[in-house]
């Protein structure tokens, strides 16, 4: 199985910052990954996928980036709305989440 | 609007039985994947089961953690998927999520939609 590992657990942030997440994949995943939001008590929503392909209607500020093993989401001027937890999700071999990045205040 | 609405979670007993429905409206349910996805209370998320198309054979996959307790299943003539859950532990108390899985390039194989989530808790 592949596993997905992110990097921080926790980021603390501040509105109008830049923001940068790390994934790394245990094994090559081309570039089959996706990244998702999650807001507390809601459903995930995808932001990027294909590692650097943003979804419709995903304001541009959010870009992802990588290939292989190593992948980024960055923010570039972090709004209020994006206090929320992110998850990347590699799609090679069936699926597999990263345990979350929690990007709070 | 294209929507999916779970429901059937719960309270249950340690090895007993649960079924979940997912409920498909706005989009022909046939033509896509479904797939389903669990988060236990404050952990993140784990795909769990897959069920092709029935153009694909209808054929299912399941995460190891399951396999061989739950069973997928669909009826595209009701637009509804089913998770039917057996031998349930403590350690599957979670939401579980319905998600459509897209089918066309270049977005093939994203969960592009996603129920509200219904909450399943397995205790004694």
């Known amino acids: 199985d592949i596993q997905m590992t992110q990097s921080p657990s926790t980021l603390s942030a501040s509105v109008g910052d830049r923001v940068t997440i790390t994934c790394r994949a245990s094994q090559s995943i081309r570039g089959w990954l996706a990244w998702y939001q999650q807001k507390p008590g809601k459903a995930p929503k995808v932001l990027i996928y294909k590692a650097s392909s943003l979804e419709s209607g995903v304001p541009s500020r959010f870009s992802g980036s990588g290939s292989g093993t190593e992948f980024t989401l960055s923010i570039s001027s972090l709004q209020p709305d994006d206090f929320a937890t992110y998850y990347c999700q590699q799609y090679h071999s069936f699926w597999t989440f990263g345990q979350g990045t929690k990007v709070e205040v | 609007e294209v929507q999916l609405v779970e429901s059937g979670g719960g309270l249950v007993q340690p090895g007993r039985s649960l079924r979940l429905s997912c409920s498909a409206s706005g989009f022909t349910f046939g033509d896509y994947a479904m797939s389903w996805v669990r988060q236990a209370p404050g952990k993140g998320l784990q795909w769990i089961s897959f069920t092709r198309v029935k153009a694909y054979g209808g054929t299912t996959e399941y995460a190891a953690s399951v396999k061989g307790r739950f069973i997928v299943s669909r009826d595209d003539s009701k637009n509804i998927a089913y998770l039917l859950m057996n031998s349930l532990k403590t350690e599957d108390t979670a939401v579980y999520y319905c998600?459509?899985?897209?089918?066309?390039?270049?977005?093939?194989?994203?969960?592009?939609?996603w129920g509200q989530g219904t909450m399943v808790t397995v205790s004694s």
């Open positions: 998600v459509r899985v897209w089918a066309l390039p270049p977005r093939s194989d994203i969960f592009d939609v």
